[in-house]
């Protein structure tokens, strides 16, 4: 397979670097960007704003997940409809330049608004930026090539890796065949 660059969007990129968040003033590590590393994050703290991404990542008990708040379930909410939607054109390989691009930009958006409105403790907090990195990857992917395995596969597995993770009553998993 080709390796090729992926360019991803300004202020995507932005957002997902800056990782400062959902708890304004706590200074955070960088999220990991690889699907090896999809549930690990790094512990927020300060003595740790530049440690690597594959520093040890906060780890739940069997059963347990995150506590969320009404910013987060709002954006994760509107992300998963939207995948929801496009999924079906995926699926049967007619999904749109357009409709990827959309998509994308409901990623972006919906990122923006957790940054700008989120507020969870430090652990939920990392462990949150890894998949917001993931998202925002997959959106980059899909405007890409909407119909690359890294797009559109990659965006269902975030979303799945959030609501198996995350306590947002509601949410269901994705299928993606």
Request: aromatic fraction near 4%.
């Amino acid at each position: 397979m080709k390796m090729r660059s992926l360019h991803v969007p300004a202020t995507a990129l932005a957002l997902a670097l800056a990782v400062t968040a959902c708890t304004a003033g706590n200074d955070h590590a960088p999220a990991a960007d690889t699907a090896a590393e999809a549930s690990t994050a790094a512990p927020a703290s300060s003595s740790h704003a530049h440690a690597a991404a594959s520093a040890p990542a906060p780890v739940l008990a069997e059963g347990q997940r995150w506590q969320t708040d009404e910013p987060l379930r709002t954006a994760m909410g509107r992300i998963h409809a939207e995948v929801l939607k496009n999924l079906p054109a995926f699926h049967d390989a007619r999904l749109q330049a357009a409709d990827a691009a959309a998509l994308a930009d409901v990623i972006d958006s919906n990122v923006q608004y957790m940054f700008a409105h989120c507020k969870l403790a430090p652990e939920p907090d990392a462990a949150l930026h890894v998949l917001i990195t993931r998202m925002l990857t997959a959106g980059a992917h899909l405007r890409e090539n909407p119909a690359s395995a890294e797009g559109m596969p990659e965006l269902v597995a975030a979303i799945n890796t959030y609501q198996a993770t995350f306590d947002h009553e509601g949410m269901q998993p994705l299928t993606h065949d």
